[in-house]
């Protein structure tokens, strides 16, 4: 049986850190916008440094900007722990999203330290650049992981990234630079809300996350003809847009008739050049599409671009097809998944096992190193979105359940189990 | 029976004209842009004005910028018939849409007047102010009938609307004055390619207009709720684009299963703030019907509505209605539509009657006075595209058959019929 620390986290210093932290690009509506990269996002760097050095704790950044407090272990070739979340946001969202994990990875760090105890690896509470995809999602876990996207990077180095890039003091030449040696690292851990109301709905503190979901999205294109809608007869129209309704429509409805815990969302669709009295041409739409088993994700990107084209026929229109991003499904680390169950066993604490529907940096770090999750309760399971609240008692069990993690994993290793 | 005039409008002269029209805003895909009130606009009515002065012709216009060549003629008290089109042209449109008619019946004046016949009524020659809409659809021939729109001219008197409207040397104040007494009135004629292939498809070379189709568009804005697309769970979401492109679908269904000769067409939509990863919250979607039957136009609107109201709350959306603009449907004078079949059956001319699914001045003249227009064939029904193309000699065929009628009316009057 499992010996637990008595250590507890400082709630009020992480209270006060949360508080200062959610004023940095606050909006009027009670939400926080920190896109990555931008004025208020190195403010909150510039933040997080002074915090880490007022802590005692070294300071590191990298190639690509991720930023990070480290406790030094004494141990020679000690193995790195990595702790951590992203800082910043999305348009318009919340408090909690990201900046959670990052606070309760440097309280953790901080209470370690002050309690004197000697661990034999590196504890490193990171902050990844840009999980949100304000420039490429996971930009930060991926340059670690050495997954870079540089192609599409390249492409992306217009005006607004290249100044983002300068703004951060960062090249796109030294991003491959950011890639670590895997056997340098011993496991990643990530504390983060559920983004989804499964915790809240059964009184449950904790999620132990098992999988996080793989993802895929496209822009399809629909060209047809325009004309004039007063005079076109209808078997003459190419009409784009009933094309594209009708994907939206069937996409979903196929989705949920076919598939179990399938997700699928058409989030973005224009007419292009259009007016109320001219039959569309042309229509610009972005979907995606996520499951938590690489091969149905597979069949399920293969089923959804075939339905692109039959509604392409049904409507004599041409469709093109470019897929923007691809997320591998990832398997988050059973041993770890049954340290933290163990832990909340300890401590009387009710948790589920869950799927996270969302992307996070633990899907990159799980293909070079073992990682997990932390999940706690948030209101009504609204995330990205000013209204976005966690209880303070749920942060604090959570912080204080990823303490007892890194101690028993800075401890005990993971191999004996 | 009637007697036709051995009289031929000079279709060298004709040509020459239309092709130097077409050359004033001149796309580089062979097509023409001239917005209301653009420079080119601006450009072909002094190139108009210029050529009414050379022939001899009076020079009118009036407060809201029609301009007109006028044939007086001597008789006290005469009356005005008068004949016309638009030189304005939609973005990247062609070169026949509107030039047709303002270059016949300025050829037909011209061929009158070198022929010396005085005629006991004045013939005027119009050039109509923005009968696509750039502004505000049919303004001129709105502004001579006195059914201005002047809330909606008021609020669109924004930057660009007020800048044209100096350009053009007109003041929003002045514009009710453009209304002419009806009594001053003899008929309007106009001379039109047929945007549609009926005429084509039957080799048939005059098309008589019986009806002008009514039409009425809408903005609707649905609205639900944004929200992480892998998170939200399918029961909690209300997607604005499902019920957007229910709509979409259905609409066209519906209608073609419930109505004839009925026309709906959803011409704009945008997710507004769209991302592949965010449930869509607001979509802005515009939508038109047309009817030539009033009553049928109003049912058709009312079912449209109740559609848009459906498709809402199978979604859990709300959807809000804006009335863009409606014009009701128009009868064509039957009276003139008698004599010009005459003149087509003494002329050895085949002739077909038609629906207008288009809108044109004509439309608005018919509530002041009796109203006609003529068709003619255009290739393949292409219109409001730089393809759009009518054979030379049908141009030709068509302004002779505009000659006779103005003739006839002009001598013989309307009422002894």
Redesign the interface.
């Given at each position: 049986m499992m010996t637990l620390s008595p250590l507890r986290i400082n709630q009020e210093r992480l209270r006060q850190n949360f508080q200062s932290l959610a004023q940095i690009g606050a909006t009027t509506n009670g939400g926080v916008t920190r896109l990555a990269l931008s004025m208020d996002d190195l403010e909150a760097r510039a933040w997080f440094a002074n915090t880490v050095e007022e802590a005692g704790l070294m300071v590191r950044d990298d190639e690509v900007a991720n930023l990070s407090g480290v406790l030094l272990s004494r141990t020679p070739h000690a193995k790195t722990l990595l702790i951590g979340s992203h800082l910043d946001t999305v348009v318009n969202g919340g408090k909690y999203d990201g900046a959670v994990g990052v606070l309760c990875a440097l309280e953790c760090l901080r209470t370690i330290k002050e309690a004197g105890i000697a661990l034999p690896v590196h504890l490193e509470a990171v902050n990844f650049t840009d999980e949100e995809g304000t420039w490429i999602s996971l930009l930060g876990s991926r340059g670690i992981v050495g997954k870079l996207p540089l192609k599409q990077l390249y492409m992306k180095s217009n005006g607004a990234f290249q100044a983002a890039l300068v703004r951060a003091g960062i090249e796109l030449e030294g991003f491959i630079r950011a890639k670590r040696d895997p056997n340098t690292l011993l496991a990643y851990l990530e504390l983060h809300i559920?983004?989804?109301?499964r915790l809240e709905r059964e009184h449950v503190p904790i999620g132990i996350v098992q999988n996080i979901?793989g993802?895929s999205?496209f822009v399809l294109t629909y060209r047809g003809k325009?004309?004039?809608?007063?005079?076109?007869?209808?078997q003459?129209r190419r009409d784009a847009?009933?094309g594209?309704?009708?994907f939206?429509?069937g996409a979903?409805q196929h989705i949920?008739q076919r598939y179990e815990n399938a997700?699928v969302?058409?989030?973005?669709?224009?007419?292009v050049n259009?007016?109320?009295?001219?039959?569309?041409s042309h229509?610009i739409m972005?979907?995606?599409c996520?499951h938590t088993d690489p091969s149905v994700l597979q069949q399920l990107e293969s089923d959804l671009l075939q339905w692109a084209e039959a509604c392409a026929e049904a409507h004599r229109l041409t469709v093109s097809v470019q897929q923007?991003e691809r997320m591998e499904a990832a398997v988050m680390d059973a041993r770890i998944q049954q340290i933290v169950m163990d832990i909340c066993d300890q401590s009387d604490l009710r948790f589920l096992p869950l799927v996270s529907?969302?992307?996070h940096d633990a899907q990159m770090l799980s293909q070079i190193t073992p990682s997990a999750m932390i999940f706690i309760p948030c209101q009504a399971?609204?995330?990205?979105?000013p209204q976005e609240f966690a209880k303070w008692e749920d942060v604090v069990t959570g912080a204080n359940v990823l303490l007892q993690t890194i101690l028993q994993i800075a401890l005990h290793g993971l191999d004996e189990r």
């Open positions: 559920e983004q989804g109301a979901v993802r999205n325009s004309g004039h809608s007063g005079t076109t007869e209808y003459d847009l009933q594209a309704a009708q939206v429509i979903h949920r997700i969302n058409c989030g973005q669709l224009e007419v259009g007016a109320y009295n001219l039959i569309p229509v972005g979907f995606e996520r923007n529907y969302a992307g399971g609204i995330s990205h979105n």
